[in-house]
């Protein structure tokens, strides 16, 4: 029902605030009977007596103070919802008959009380429509669904991947996945497109600012502040938690993805930084058999850039921040794009010679075009780092442009880009010595590294080694009648006490159609279970990759599932 009101205009001189002395009477000449139900709308304040067609239409003409005090509340036609031309009847009524007997309660004050009353009836009404529509079935926007197949295939990457950190001696931690929206927004802590732009932020009924977390590493500095003193360090810690950013959704970058994260605390020698990236590299090439001509590890310095501000460029960047960021969308945009941005946040000359800097294709070139860059300590690192990698036969190079999104990284970065399939940057990290200060504590050197689940499985998946689900059946148990469906399921349970993975159908079934069961679920043996074999006190076991079959004594037949008819 469409409701329209507007405020009552200025009363005039001979006007007060409840209407001129004579009230008007309901008009039932023109809203009463079959006749007025055909009209196509009426007012609640009707405007004439009971008086003659031409003292009507005289007194209409000259707008009596009620229509001159208020504008008309208009209803569709009564005949299309009985129930609003009642609901309308009843207003008109009260709000006469109240003004006619209380003239102390202003006109508006009632109208306005009515049309409160009305609005919220409707409302309900329609709140009550959309509720009985039926729901969306699709995700949240950005965010995945696992169905049993998804998530088998979901829990085998990560079960590799988490045997093969451990077999580095890292140790597993967690967290709440809610965290104060300081801790994100913290000077030291910032990245500023990720703090004010894609954070999942809100306040809680306490008053609050809660986040849902984007990333882990300052949850594990706030861990690490926590009982500095009481911890050993170096410490080799480990998560997989699922991370929420409010970005727009694309290939391999959801709002919600399960990230890995290695982080080596306490180390500051460069040999923390070489293990890390040695395992970055290594979870691809010796837990997945990745080839290593099908990605590199880029690596840099931040010191390197920070020296090349000081020693050719004119003068500081009026904002580093801001440079830095747009330094790290190199690889996102074109040549001619990056150098028009480049020069907005440098004079001319100086985003040449950053132009130069950049475009360098190994560290010895760098430092042939800018010699004084090589007593910089950060060059000295970096070449250590490199001689170690290089040692352990990591794929990398020298990339100038690489600085890493984040403001609290302050030596080497690293970034594992795949350079065959997806041709894109897979995962990274880098040195985030002293961030423990933001709660207080002592600096701690730390690196580490964040691995998606994302990019890693569309990386997996490009290159065809993404892992199949683990899970299948070992015993298909088939009640071949009515009788045997409880004799099936202790069969079935004691499979599993023997270690197999098994399941009894709920309804009888043919041995055909028992066997076409369990090949869907990629069951190895399938045991039947019928008249004969509960008077035989039996069970037939059929082997499904040779289809052999034989009987067996139905005590103690689950310990033939280990080994394999010959």
């Known amino acids: 029902m469409v409701l329209c009101l507007l405020l009552p205009r200025a009363l005039s001189a001979n006007e007060n605030e409840h209407g001129p002395q ?4 309901a008009c039932k000449r023109k809203h009463s009977g079959p006749e007025g139900a055909r009209n196509r709308s009426f007012s609640v304040f009707s405007c004439c007596e009971n008086r003659s067609p031409r003292e009507h239409q005289r007194r209409k003409r000259e707008r009596c103070p009620w229509r001159r005090a208020f504008r008309s509340i208009c209803f569709p036609h009564p005949s299309e919802r009985d129930e609003d031309y009642a609901r309308a009847l009843q ?8 003004t006619c007997h209380s003239r102390a309660i202003p006109i508006s004050s009632v109208l306005s009380r009515e049309c409160v009353t009305l609005k919220t009836m409707r409302e309900n009404e329609s709140s009550n429509a959309r509720s009985s529509q039926p729901l969306s079935v ?18 085998a990457v990560e079960a590799r991947v988490r045997s093969w950190i451990e077999r580095w001696g890292f140790e597993e931690y967690g967290a709440s996945l809610l965290e104060p929206a300081e801790l994100y927004e913290a000077k030291a802590a910032e990245n500023e497109e990720i703090a004010r732009e894609q954070t999942y932020t809100f306040t809680d009924r306490g008053g609050r600012r809660v986040t849902l977390r984007p990333e882990m590493t300052p ?8 009982r500095a003193k009481s911890l050993r360090f170096p410490l080799r810690w480990y998560s997989f938690p699922n991370v929420f950013r409010y970005e727009r959704p694309q290939e391999g970058r959801l709002r919600e993805h399960w990230q890995w994260n290695c982080d080596i605390l306490g180390e500051p020698g460069v040999s923390a930084d070489i293990e890390i990236i040695t395992l970055a590299s290594s979870i691809l090439t010796d837990a997945f058999g990745a080839p290593r001509e099908s990605f590199e590890v880029r690596v840099s310095h931040r010191g390197i850039l920070t020296a090349l501000e000081g020693e050719y460029l004119s003068e500081p960047p009026p904002n580093p921040t801001r440079l830095w960021a747009w330094i790290d969308r190199k690889e996102k945009m074109d040549a001619a794009q990056f150098t028009r941005g480049l020069r907005d946040l440098l004079p001319f000359d100086d985003a040449k010679v950053m132009e130069t800097f950049l475009e360098a294709g190994s ?9 004084r860059l090589a007593s910089v300590s950060a ?18 190079r020298f990339d100038a442009s690489l600085v890493r999104g984040f403001n609290y990284y302050t030596g080497i970065v690293f970034e594992v880009f795949a350079v065959s399939g997806l041709r894109r940057s897979i995962f990274g990290g880098g040195r985030y010595d002293g961030l423990t200060a933001l709660f207080g504590a ?15 499985t569309a990386f997996l998946k490009a290159l065809g080694l993404l892992p199949q689900s683990a899970l299948s059946l070992d015993v298909l148990v088939v009640p071949l009648g009515v009788r045997q469906l409880a004799l099936a399921q202790k069969h079935a349970l004691s499979a599993r006490k023997a270690g197999a993975r098994a399941v009894a159908l709920l309804a009888p079934a043919s041995p055909k159609e028992g066997v076409g069961e369990a090949l869907r679920a990629g069951a190895r043996w399938v045991v039947f279970v019928g008249d004969h074999e509960e008077a035989q006190r039996i069970v037939t076991l059929k082997h499904l990759p040779t289809r052999t079959q034989r009987e067996a004594p139905e005590e103690g037949w689950e310990h033939l599932l280990a080994g394999e008819p010959a």
Do not use: C, N
């Open 22 to 25: 004579q009230h008007p009477r």
């Open 91 to 98: 207003i008109k009524h009260r709000v006469y008959h109240t």
């Open 138 to 155: 699709a995700p949240y926007r950005g965010v995945r669904d696992f169905y049993p197949e998804d998530m088998g295939v979901f829990r």
């Open 219 to 226: 949850t594990l500095a706030r861990l690490a502040a926590a």
């Open 363 to 371: 560290l010895d070139e760098t430092l042939s075009l800018f010699p």
């Open 379 to 396: 060059v000295e690192l970096l070449q250590e780092a490199q001689e170690g990698l290089t040692l352990l036969g990591v794929p990398w």
């Open 442 to 456: 002592p600096p701690i050197p730390a690196v580490g590294f964040g691995l998606g689940d994302v990019t890693l």
